[in-house]
């Protein structure tokens, strides 16, 4: 369930645990992703900060996915609202170089969006 919650979350540009838990409480979309379950931000943050390193992997994947399969173009696309470089051109797109350029690129930009500040306990 949080899988699904924070994928669908960074797809739709909702990164802040707190916004996940009140879009659950909240949104149809994640109400039903939850199984109307209503995970608290704590919960959600610890999921994040436990598996950062397979979800990154998992975000790269699904991307690279979507690129093979023709869903998502070489245009502009936005993550979280940032433009990420790209080229929609015919004679530019399709060479295994510039593909693997272009793959390494994004990940270093996943890698960077999903950097983020473990949340501090207070004890």
């Not at 949080?2 to 916004?19: D, H």
């Not at 272009?102 to 930009?109: I, K, N, S, V």
């Given at each position: 369930?949080?899988?699904?919650?924070?994928?669908?979350?960074?797809?739709?540009?909702?990164?802040?645990?707190?916004?996940?838990e009140k879009?659950?409480?909240?949104?149809?979309?994640?109400?039903?992703?939850?199984?109307?379950?209503?995970?608290?931000?704590?919960?959600?943050?610890?999921?994040?900060?436990?598996?950062?390193?397979?979800?990154?992997?998992?975000?790269?994947?699904?991307?690279?996915?979507?690129?093979e399969a023709?869903?998502?173009?070489?245009?502009?696309?936005?993550?979280?609202?940032?433009?990420?470089?790209?080229?929609?051109?015919?004679?530019?797109?399709?060479?295994?170089?510039?593909?693997?350029?272009?793959?390494?690129?994004?990940?270093?930009?996943?890698?960077?969006?999903?950097?983020?500040?473990?949340?501090?306990?207070?004890?």
């Open positions: 369930m949080m899988l699904k919650l924070l994928l669908y979350g960074y797809t739709t540009g909702v990164r802040s645990s707190r916004a996940i879009r659950c409480t909240e949104g149809v979309e994640l109400r039903f992703l939850a199984a109307n379950q209503q995970p608290d931000f704590r919960s959600v943050a610890r999921f994040r900060e436990r598996h950062l390193e397979a979800l990154e992997d998992l975000f790269n994947q699904i991307l690279m996915l979507c690129v023709g869903m998502v173009a070489l245009g502009g696309v936005a993550l979280d609202g940032s433009k990420v470089r790209a080229n929609a051109s015919r004679r530019k797109a399709g060479s295994y170089g510039r593909m693997t350029e272009t793959e390494a690129r994004l990940a270093g930009e996943v890698a960077q969006m999903m950097a983020f500040e473990p949340v501090k306990r207070f004890v």
